[in-house]
């Protein structure tokens, strides 16, 4: 079975500009969460999607969204960037038929975002 | 609100001796614990979990992981080190009732030797 992925896989943009990067889970997942890493914060929680709506977020400005589509792909968007910004975007997906479950999260490989 | 600490920013070990990566977390309900490894340039790879029953958990590549409840800690350990295993290791926790969001520790380096 094919893995989480993840594009593109490299992005540079400047301030100001937006992005959106993209998931695909693994076939018959259908939650996708995306997490952010940096070196100073660590990996943190951005959002999940389930069933195409929102289902948890994390403490993040409202310059970064999400969505996901019906066959269970979603996109994150970043607009007005900033050089704080600048991360590896990872995206994980599981079966979380329901909230608090206990299925595993799978991670793609994650797109490397960097703002000049 | 839940947290996880991973106390060693490095561990070093010689190849074939045993290795401890530790782990101890917070959580207001019964907690999910994972933990994840990381190579260079590469996303998450899934290791262990524990959901309930044996504290014992064992998991891929030779990995195992004991929950202690008492102590909330959640240590990853291997009888037998390979140079292979150098990469950074993530441990994460799921409270049952904060949904699916998994927060995660700040990541130990493990650096085994030959």
């Known amino acids: 079975k094919a893995g989480v992925t993840q594009t593109p896989r490299y992005l540079i943009k400047t301030r100001g500009q937006q992005v959106t990067l993209s998931c695909s889970p693994i076939?018959?997942?259908?939650?996708v969460s995306w997490y952010q890493q940096t070196p100073g914060q660590g990996l943190q929680f951005l959002f999940e999607?389930?069933?195409?709506?929102?289902?948890n977020k994390g403490n993040f400005p409202g310059r970064f969204s999400g969505r996901q589509f019906s066959n269970s792909r979603s996109e994150m968007n970043v607009s007005t960037l900033e050089l704080g910004d600048s991360a590896l975007y990872l995206c994980?997906?599981?079966?979380?038929?329901?909230?608090?479950?206990?299925?595993?999260?799978?991670f793609g490989p994650g797109t490397r975002l960097l703002v000049l | 609100a839940q947290s996880v600490a991973q106390p060693e920013d490095q561990v070093n070990v010689a190849e074939g001796n045993p290795l401890t990566v530790k782990c101890t977390y917070s959580?207001?309900?019964?907690?999910?614990l994972f933990w994840y490894v990381q190579y260079p340039n590469r996303g998450l790879q899934f290791l262990l979990k524990?959901?309930?029953?044996?504290?014992l958990v064992k998991g891929s590549y030779g990995f195992e992981a004991e929950f202690n409840k008492s102590q909330t800690s959640f240590h990853l350990k291997k009888p037998s080190a390979l140079v292979s295993d150098s990469a950074l290791y993530f441990c994460?926790?799921?409270?049952?009732?904060?949904?699916?969001?998994?927060?995660f520790g700040g990541g130990t380096r493990l650096m085994v030797k030959p």
């Open positions: 524990y959901i309930t029953g044996d504290n």
């Open positions: 959580v207001s309900g019964n907690p999910y």
């Open positions: 999607y389930f069933s195409e709506t929102q289902r």
């Open positions: 994460a926790v799921r409270d049952y009732n904060a949904g699916n969001m998994l927060t």
């Open positions: 994980a997906s599981s079966l979380a038929s329901r909230r608090g479950g206990q299925e595993t999260q799978y």
């Open positions: 076939s018959g997942h259908r939650s």
